[in-house]
């Protein structure tokens, strides 16, 4: 037997003994859970609810356990003492405590990512171990003390190799899901995923750099390090769009955390859907830091002085509505500092209190306080009264106001007087049209501002005094039945009683617009405006962010070309760390080096400094001479990458790029042609998938930002410049759209296409 294999067969062992725990403990949590449902519901309320508690914990480990079975082991640490550790996805050991497998996120597995030659410990060799299932399949060695006897073991092992590993997953088929990389984590990786909790700490980094998994990493290390901290407050992702989320949504669970809550801006707001998305230049001003003091403008807007007080007769009485009491009202309302509908019951209560004076000093006797009392009942359902403080103190919900501000350009002119004619028009829109993308951190600015809507917050009220109510009874069941033993808390019993499914904390989350969370992890970050930022901010009050992005990506006209303005305003100078990535993974270096060198060319700031890989051929060029020649060319293209690319199993994934007017005809024209290329069969089963499993991908350059493809064909990039809002927007859509592919990527043009828009090699 060759050394090799019998290497294979010791780690084999090693693998089958971890996953026999991770077997056990399935069976022992299912068992558990088993138990627990099958006492059903009775007993008294105390026994049930604790039952519940127990069963949720059973549930949310059991899923845990369940997410983990891929890679399970993927590590080794050799130390000096001839002691091994191994790495995996979560932390394994017997029920006599003696450990099987160290959780990636320990202290113990810092070596496996920052060891070095020469920074190594005790630490002597790193070993990658690659599994196919359940079957260890493959080996890697790195030695770190070049003294140490592993260096000859691994030398006639076979084994001894640098970045085969890394290189290996990178040359893999894309799924359609991001993959996670905890078992090829990098040096530079590995040293932002443990940074400090407490700051934000932005990383920079041009395509294929890894800043995605790097801040999913860093989230499920920070949930596993700072448990306490964020169990009860959670974790927020996110995204540039759902097409992203579900891109990325195996990853956390992957590495043993569920729960965490991945939305996108537009998702924010419980209840608010939007479909719609606003021009660039529309969706620039609204993205403006001064649409906030706007948003202020209209509130207080609606807090005047009638311009018609009317004298309303109480019990043959007359009573009139000054303006000097209207005024006291309004000044003691906004003392309250209460949100605006909150603070109008302020004003209401203030009015009866003056109007039922001014009634009083009519009197030619002192009226018994039950007289007042009538007085003040008849004063507070009178239609003029009432018509008069709506006019005072208008009672609004955010989603009227915002609408009203964009349909009166006279109006929003006074709320917004730094916008031009041509920008009031830009902006302006029927009262009834749909809300867009970029107006709901406008209308979550406003609901901070406003507070509960007038319609609801009498329900709202109740619920409060509900929810009030429900968590002393908790407190109080606990306290008589002596359970209080911190397995099951007040909070978990209370989640018993509001539901008979009980919500996890990421639903509780996901559901309150007011709920701050513990850290928030932002993608794509060079793509939000400053009204953005403030819905985030809102929702963090910590500023414990991971914000991830490439300023040479921003599509965007509100977004970022410059870190430093953008986070010194929101952090401080002093409140924020910024780090860069480097080196590509995803890329080709032949890809990688034309996307530079044109988005360089264009005035863009590349972070990028070097690809992993070279891979000839890898970028090719074509040249046509018009529409229909583009379009048959395409279609060939993209059958032959078809048949190299795609796989039965649903793994390999090919990206169309083009102008989204241009996406019409391309779709019509590939439809017939791969039915025909392809087979009736393969055409089926490829038209049959879903937006999320698609293997063979049509769309413009927004719509693949932060996406990977196996291939791509960019189709007319002139035409995508040629369209975009700016230069700086149109160098960086087709800087994204050329750094998508692992593998190939392939220019089809016109000539004249060619001759507006140079690409450099060609």
């Known amino acids: 037997m060759s050394r090799y294999s019998s290497q294979l067969q010791e780690e084999q062992r090693a693998t089958d003994r971890a996953y026999q725990r991770l077997d056990t403990l399935r069976s022992q949590t299912r068992a558990r859970l088993d138990t627990v ?41 050799d130390a000096s003492t001839g002691t091994s550790r191994y790495i995996g996805r979560i932390g394994l050991s017997t029920d006599e405590h003696e450990p099987i497998l160290t959780d990636w ?209 109480i019990n043959g009485i007359a009573v009139p509505v000054l303006a000097t009491d209207i005024r006291e009202a309004q000044d003691n309302a906004r003392r309250s500092r209460q949100p605006h509908n909150e603070a109008r019951k302020t004003f209401i209560r203030t009015m009866m209190h003056l109007l039922t004076e001014r009634y009083g000093e009519q009197l030619d006797y002192t009226p018994e306080q039950s007289e007042l009392s009538q007085a003040t009942s008849m004063l507070r359902m009178n239609d003029d009264i009432k018509r008069t403080l709506n006019l005072a103190w208008l009672p609004m919900n955010a989603i009227w106001l915002i609408s009203r501000m964009w349909a009166d350009t006279q109006r929003l002119a006074r709320y917004a007087p730094w916008l031009s004619a041509d920008e009031l028009e830009t902006l302006h829109r029927d009262a009834d049209s749909p809300m867009t993308t970029s107006d709901v951190p406008l209308l979550d600015e406003a609901m901070e501002l406003l507070g509960d809507d007038p319609k609801l917050s009498a329900a709202s009220a109740a619920r409060q005094e509900q929810q009030r109510n429900d968590e002393q009874f908790a407190k109080d069941t606990l306290a ?186 391309l779709r019509s024209a590939l439809q017939p042609f791969l039915r025909e290329r392809l087979g009736e069969h393969e055409y089926t089963r490829l038209a049959a998938q879903n937006r999320w499993n698609r293997q063979i991908n049509l769309c413009d350059a927004l719509e693949v930002k932060g996406m990977e493809y196996d291939a791509v064909v960019l189709v007319q990039p002139g035409s995508i410049s040629a369209n975009a809002p700016s230069r700086l927007v149109a160098a960086s859509d087709l800087y994204v759209a050329m750094t998508r592919p692992t593998q190939s990527l392939v220019i089809i043009r016109t000539r004249d296409d060619a001759d507006d828009l140079p690409l450099y090699s060609e």
């Not at 008294?44 to 549930?59: I, L, N, V």
């Open 37 to 77: 449902r099958a006492a059903g519901s009775h007993g008294s309320p105390t026994q049930r609810t604790e039952r519940d508690s127990f069963a949720t914990m059973y549930e949310d480990r059991l899923t845990q356990l369940r997410a983990v079975e891929d890679r399970l082991v993927f590590g080794r640490l």
């Open 105 to 313: 996120r320990a202290d113990a597995a810092r070596p496996f990512y920052e060891a070095t030659p020469s920074n190594h410990g005790d630490i002597v060799m790193r070993r990658h171990i690659t599994l196919n299932f359940r079957t260890v399949v493959g080996l890697e060695d790195e030695v770190l003390d070049l003294k140490a006897p592993q260096v000859s073991q691994a030398s006639q092992s076979g084994t001894l190799t640098g970045e085969g590993a890394l290189l290996a997953s990178l040359s893999s088929k894309r799924t359609g899901k991001m993959t996670d990389i905890v078992a090829t984590i990098q040096a530079e990786q590995d040293r932002i995923i443990r940074a400090p909790m407490g700051r934000a700490v932005v990383v920079q980094g041009g395509p294929g750099t890894g800043k995605t998994a790097v801040a999913l990493h860093r989230a499920a290390y920070l949930l596993y390090t700072h448990r306490s901290t964020l169990e009860r407050s959670g974790v927020l992702v996110v995204g540039p769009s759902s097409t992203f989320l579900h891109y990325i949504d195996q990853v956390l669970p992957s590495l043993g955390e569920t729960g965490v809550v991945s939305r996108t801006i537009a998702d924010l707001i419980p209840g608010i859907v939007v479909e719609r998305h606003d021009g660039p230049k529309a969706a620039q001003l609204k993205g403006d830091h001064r649409m906030a003091r706007a948003v202020e403008n209209a509130i207080n807007a609606r807090i005047r002085i009638p311009a018609k007080l009317p004298t309303v007769h």
């Open 480 to 665: 008589q039945n002596g359970i209080g033993t911190g397995l099951v808390t007040s909070q978990m019993l209370l989640d018993q009683m509001q539901s008979d499914d009980p919500e996890l904390l990421s639903q509780r989350a996901a559901s309150d617009r007011a709920w701050t969370y513990g850290h928030v992890v932002v993608d794509e970050a060079q793509e939000l405006t400053a009204m953005d930022w403030r819905m985030l901010i809102r929702r963090c009050p910590s500023r414990s962010f991971t914000i991830v992005g490439d300023v040479a990506q921003t599509s965007s006209l509100g977004g970022s070309r410059s870190w430093e303005r953008t986070m010194d305003r929101l952090f401080g100078n002093d409140g924020w760390d910024l780090n860069e990535l480097t080196i590509n993974y995803r890329n080709p270096r032949e890809v990688s080096d034309l996307a530079s060198s044109f988005a360089q060319s264009e005035g863009l700031y590349i972070s990028t400094v070097n690809a992993v890989r070279e891979l000839p051929q890898s970028v090719r060029h074509l040249h046509v001479n018009d529409i229909e020649g583009l379009l048959a060319t395409t279609c060939d293209e993209v059958a032959s990458m078809a048949s190299e690319y795609l796989s039965q199993d649903g793994s390999g994934r090919i990206a169309v790029i083009a102008d989204s007017e241009l996406l019409p005809r």
